[in-house]
C-alpha cells in the first residue's frame, strides 16, 4: 500500500467521521449503534494514520504488506458497506425519530391549543359567574331598596295614622269639653230657670198668702163676737181655722207641683246636651255598662227618631232594661220629654 492509497484512505476516514458528526449534532438521542460506526471510524483513521507513518518509516514493509492491505482495503469496503447500510438504518430511525418528535410537537402544540381554549371557556364562565353575582346584587340593592322604601312608606303612614289619632283624640276631646261646656251652661240654665220658676212660684205664692190673710181679716171683721150655735154645736172661727187645711198649706203643696209639672213637661232638643253630667255618668254604669261609645251611639240614635214608638221598638231590640229600675225611669221621662 503505497502514501497515496494511505492518504486517501485517511482523507475517506475524515469525511465520513465528518459526515457521522454532522448528524451527531441534528441528534437529541444518539442511537447506540452510530456511536459504534463512529468509533470504528476513528480507529480506522488512526490505524491509517498508523500506516503512513509506518510506511514513510519502513517503505519495504509496506510494499510487502500491501497485498494484505489491500484485502484488508476489501474487508474494510465490504464492512464499510455494511456499516453504510446500518447508518442508512440509523438515518432512517432518526428520521421516524424526527417524525415522532414532530408529532409530539403538534400534540403538544394542539394540547396548549386545547388549554388554552379551556382556560379561555373557564375564564369566561367565571367571567358569567362574576356577571350573575354583580346583577343578584344589583338586584339584591333594589329589592333592598325598595324593602328601606315600603318600610319608610309604612312609617310615614303610620306615622300620619298616629299623627290623624292624636289630632282625632284632641278634636274629640274638644268636643267633648264643648259638649261638657255645653252641658254645664245648660245645666246652669236649666238651674237658673228653675231658680227663676221656684221664685216666681215663691212671690205668687207670697202673694196669694197676702191675699188669703186679707180675704180672712175681712172675714173676722164681719163674724159676730159671741159664740153662735148652730145644731147644738159651738163653733169658733179659731175652731173652724185649726181643723181646716190652711190656704198657705194649699197654695204650697200647688206651687211645688205646678214647679215639678213645669220642670218635667219642658220639650228636649238634644238628649245630649239635657242629660246632666251627674246623671251621664249614672245611666253609663247602670244602663250600658260603662261603655261611654255604646251610650253616645245610643243618644245619637234616639235623637234621630221623630217618635216615642221608634224610641221604644229601638230598646227593646237592644236593651234589656227593667222598668223598675230608677236610672230606666228617669231616661224614659227625658225620652217622653224629647218626643213631645
Known amino acids: 500500500m503505497n502514501k497515496d492509497v494511505l492518504v486517501a484512505l485517511i482523507a475517506k476516514d475524515v469525511n465520513e467521521l465528518q459526515t457521522l458528526t454532522e448528524g451527531l449534532d441534528q441528534m437529541q438521542v444518539i442511537p447506540a ?31 510487502a504488506a500491501e497485498a494484505q492491505r489491500l484485502a484488508e482495503l476489501e474487508a474494510k469496503k465490504a464492512e464499510e458497506a455494511a456499516h453504510e447500510a446500518e447508518l442508512a438504518r440509523i438515518a432512517e430511525e432518526q428520521e421516524a425519530l424526527f417524525r415522532a418528535e414532530e408529532l409530539e410537537r403538534e400534540r403538544q402544540a394542539e394540547a396548549r391549543r386545547k388549554a388554552e381554549i379551556e382556560i379561555a371557556r373557564q375564564v369566561a364562565a367565571i367571567e358569567a359567574a362574576r356577571q350573575a353575582d354583580l346583577e343578584a346584587k344589583r338586584r339584591r340593592e333594589e329589592e333592598e331598596a325598595a324593602r328601606q322604601a315600603e318600610l319608610e312608606e309604612k312609617r310615614r303612614r303610620e306615622e300620619e295614622e ?12 274638644a268636643e267633648q269639653a264643648e259638649a261638657r261646656r255645653r252641658a254645664e251652661a245648660e245645666e246652669r240654665a236649666r238651674i237658673e230657670e228653675e231658680q227663676r220658676i221656684r221664685e216666681a212660684l215663691e212671690q205668687k205664692k207670697r202673694e196669694e198668702e197676702r191675699l188669703a190673710a186679707e180675704k180672712l181679716q175681712a172675714e173676722q171683721a164681719t163674724v159676730s163676737i159671741v159664740d153662735v150655735v148652730v145644731e147644738n154645736q159651738t163653733i169658733t172661727v179659731a175652731d173652724s181655722i185649726e181643723t181646716s187645711e190652711s190656704l198657705a198649706d194649699k197654695l204650697a203643696k200647688n206651687a211645688d207641683d205646678t214647679l215639678a209639672s213645669a220642670l218635667n213637661s219642658k220639650k228636649i232638643t238634644d238628649l245630649k246636651s239635657a242629660i246632666t253630667l ?3 255618668f249614672r245611666f253609663q254604669r247602670e244602663l250600658f255598662g260603662g261603655n261611654g261609645e255604646k251610650m253616645n251611639k245610643a243618644i245619637s240614635d234616639f235623637n234621630s227618631f ?10 227593646t231590640k237592644n236593651f234589656d232594661w227593667s222598668l223598675d229600675n230608677e236610672a230606666v225611669s228617669d231616661f224614659i221621662q227625658l225620652l217622653q220629654r224629647r218626643y213631645l
Do not use: H, W
Not at 483513521?45 to 518509516?57: E, K, Q, R, S
Not at 221623630?306 to 230598646?315: L, N
Open 306 to 315: 221623630e217618635t216615642m214608638t221608634e224610641a221604644q221598638d229601638y230598646m
Open 278 to 280: 251627674g246623671d251621664r
Open 33 to 63: 449503534p452510530y456511536l459504534r460506526l463512529a468509533l470504528d471510524k476513528s480507529k480506522a483513521l488512526t490505524a491509517n494514520i498508523d500506516n503512513l507513518i509506518n510506511y514513510l518509516n519502513n517503505k519495504e514493509v509496506e510494499d
Open 162 to 173: 298616629a299623627r290623624r289619632q292624636e289630632e282625632e283624640r284632641i278634636r274629640l276631646e
